[in-house]
C-alpha cells in the first residue's frame, strides 16, 4: 500500500501512480537488472554529483558530492571492520539533516510495520523494525561496537540471555558498562598460562596502548594492578608522597573524599577543597592556595558521583607553577573525554578497565611521569601489595609481581587494538554524539542537569517534581529491563546518573528517552 499522503502535490502522487503501476508489470528480478543497467550506464559521466536509485521517488532529487565516495575509512560494525564512504557525515546530512536529533515523540514511528513481543509474563515490548534512516545512522554512532540490539539494529545481544541475575538488561552504567560479544566470547575461553614470552608481548603491548591513549610522554612507565580503581588510587598516593607531603585534595563528591580518606589512614597531610555538587573547580578557587608549601594534589578528573568534568588544563597549569605533583583519577573520563597527560602536566593517571574501555572490572592502570617514577623508587611504602617498585621492574620484561587478572588482561589487549583501529578521537567524539543525543532528547523531560561541566561518560538527572531519584531507577529496571546507575548516600533520592559509553549506540538511546518520555506520561516523573 503507498501512502500517498508522503508527497507534497499532486503532480508528485500521479508520478507516483505512474511509476509503481508500471512497475507492478515487471518482476522484482527484472527491475533490479534494469536499475544496474541505468546505474552502468551513466555512471561513469563526471558530474560531480552522484545519487542512490534506491531511494523513494520523493528523495531522487537528493545529490550528493561525488568526493563523498571516493575514499572509505574503516568502522566496526557486527564484529567486523567495514569500509564506510569517506564523507558518511555529510552523506548522512544531507538525507537527514542534524540525524543525531530525533524527531517529536509523536512522529517515531517505523517505517516497516511493528510487532507486539512478550519477553515475560510482566514484561511487553512494542518493537518497532527500524526504519532505514534508524539502521544507516546507527551504523555511525557505533563506537566500535559488534553486537545486535535487543530489536536487531545495534547495542547488545539480544533478551534471552542472562545468567544466576536472570535476563540480561541494557546497561546505561558507568561500570561496568554493556559489553561486545568480542569480549564477551574471550571471556568465556580458557585463559592463557601468563608466564610465558607471548603473555609479556602482549602486556607490553598493552603499556605501550595506554601511554598513546593518554599522550603520556615516552619515558612514562605503566602499572598494571589486579585491583580496583579504589586500589589503584591508594597505590597512587601511597607511593607518590609519604607522610613528609602534603597535598591538596580536591573533594566534590564520593570519589573525591575516597582520597581525603586515603590520606588521612596513611597520614599523609592534606587541605581538602570542598566543592558543592555539581560545582566545577575554579581558578580563583586554586589561587587562594598558592605559596602555601603544598608539595601534591589529586583530583578526580571526573567527578563520577555527580558528572562533574573539570578544567584540566587549567589544574595542570597550577600544579606546575606551583611545583606540585599532580595525580589524576581518569578513571571514567579516559576514552570518554579529550585527555592529555603531558601536556596537561599530570604526573600519575589512573584508569580501571570497566568504563569506556568497555572490559570486565578488576585491573587497573597507573601510567606515570618519569620524575614521579624516580621518586616512588626512593619512597618507602608500608604495603607489600602495592608497593610499586617491583611492578615498575616486573613490567619491562612485560609481567607482574603477583598473578594477574589473566582473562582480563586478554581482554583488554583486544579492547585496545579495537580502539587504536578507530581511533580515540573518534571515539571521544561518538561518546560525545550519544551523550548530546540523549540530553536533546530529554530536555523537555522534569529534569535538571546539576553539574557546571559535564562529562560525555554520563549524564546526571535531578528529578524536579519530588520524585526520588531511586524510584526512577528501579522503575526502569523493573518494567523497562533497563539499568541507569544510581546514587548512594545523601545524593540516593536526588540524583541518577545515565551512562554513554559501554557498547551503546542511537538505538539504546532512544529505548531510554522513550521508556522516561512514557514514565512522564504517566506521572513517574
Known amino acids: ?288 592556595y598558592r605559596s602555601s608549601g603544598f608539595t601534591g594534589m589529586l583530583i578526580n578528573v571526573h567527578e563520577t558521583s555527580t558528572g562533574v568534568c573539570h578544567d584540566m588544563s587549567m589544574v595542570g597549569e597550577f600544579c606546575r607553577q606551583e611545583g606540585l605533583v599532580l595525580v589524576a583519577d581518569a578513571i571514567s573520563s579516559f576514552l570518554a573525554d579529550p585527555y592529555y597527560m603531558n601536556e596537561w602536566n599530570i604526573d600519575v593517571s589512573i584508569l580501571s578497565s570497566q568504563k569506556a574501555l568497555a572490559v570486565p572490572p578488576g585491573v587497573s592502570m597507573l601510567v606515570i611521569s618519569q620524575p614521579t617514577v624516580q621518586r616512588i623508587r626512593h619512597n618507602c611504602v608500608r604495603s607489600l601489595y602495592f608497593d610499586l617498585k617491583d611492578y615498575l621492574e616486573d613490567i619491562r620484561r612485560g609481567q607482574t609481581p603477583y598473578t594477574p587478572a589473566v582473562g582480563i588482561l586478554v581482554q583488554m589487549a583486544r579492547a585496545l587494538s579495537v580502539v587504536e583501529e578507530i581511533g580515540v578521537d573518534r571515539i571521544v567524539a561518538d561518546t560525545e554524539r550519544l551523550a548530546t543525543y540523549f540530553r536533546r532528547g530529554i530536555a523537555d523531560l522534569p529534569f535538571t542537569i546539576p553539574s557546571e561541566r559535564l562529562s560525555n561518560a554520563l549524564t546526571p538527572l535531578q528529578p524536579r517534581n519530588g520524585i526520588s531519584a531511586y524510584s526512577v531507577f528501579l522503575h526502569l529496571k523493573d518494567r523497562y529491563g533497563i539499568i541507569v546507575t544510581p546514587n548512594g548516600g545523601d545524593l540516593r533520592d536526588e540524583l541518577f546518573r545515565v551512562g554513554h559509553i559501554g557498547n551503546l549506540c542511537i538505538d539504546d538511546m532512544d529505548a531510554l528517552i522513550d521508556a522516561l518520555h512514557h514514565m512522564n506520561r504517566e506521572g513517574m516523573i
Not at 561486545?180 to 592463557?192: H, K, N, Y
Not at 607531603?245 to 592534606?270: M, N, P, S, W
Request: glycine share 12%.
Open 1 to 288: 500500500m503507498i501512502d500517498y499522503d508522503r508527497y507534497d502535490n499532486v503532480w508528485a502522487k500521479l508520478a507516483v501512480f505512474v511509476t509503481s503501476s508500471v512497475g507492478r508489470l515487471f518482476s522484482l528480478k527484472a527491475l533490479m537488472k534494469m536499475q544496474r543497467a541505468i546505474a552502468v550506464a551513466y555512471g561513469s559521466r563526471d558530474t560531480g554529483y552522484k545519487c542512490c536509485l534506491s531511494y523513494t521517488f520523493g528523495e531522487l532529487n537528493r545529490r550528493f558530492p561525488a568526493w563523498i565516495f571516493e575514499g572509505t575509512e574503516k568502522m566496526s560494525f557486527e564484529g567486523h571492520l567495514l569500509p564506510v564512504p569517506k564523507g558518511w557525515h555529510e552523506s548522512l546530512t544531507i538525507l537527514y539533516g542534524d540525524y543525531m536529533v530525533p524527531p517529536p515523540i509523536e512522529q517515531r514511528t517505523p517505517a516497516h510495520g511493528s510487532g507486539l513481543v512478550g519477553f515475560s509474563a510482566r514484561h511487553s515490548v512494542l518493537i518497532g523494525l527500524t526504519c532505514a534512516r534508524r539502521r544507516f545512522r546507527s551504523l555511525f554512532t557505533r563506537r566500535g561496537q559488534t553486537d545486535s540490539c535487543r530489536s536487531g539494529a545495534c547495542g547488545y545481544e539480544g533478551s534471552g540471555g542472562g545468567g544466576v541475575l536472570g535476563p540480561s538488561p541494557r546497561l546505561f552504567t558507568v561500570g561496568p558498562v554493556q559489553l561486545r560479544s568480542d569480549i564477551l566470547a574471550i571471556g568465556s575461553q580458557q585463559p592463557p598460562y601468563f608466564r610465558t614470552a607471548e603473555f609479556s608481548e602482549m602486556n607490553g603491548q598493552i603499556c605501550r596502548s595506554l601511554k598513546q591513549l593518554v599522550h603520556a610522554d615516552d619515558g612514562s612507565e605503566v602499572v598494571l594492578l589486579t585491583a580496583s580503581g579504589t586500589g589503584a588510587m591508594e597505590a597512587a598516593v601511597i607511593n607518590a608522597f609519604s607522610t613528609n607531603d602534603k597535598v591538596l585534595v580536591v573533594v566534590g563528591g564520593t570519589f573525591g573524599r575516597r582520597f581525603e580518606q586515603i590520606c588521612a589512614i596513611h597520614e599523609i597531610g592534606y587541605t581538602a577543597i570542598r566543592l558543592a555538587h555539581g560545582e566545577a573547580i575554579k581558578r580563583d578557587v586554586l589561587d587562594a
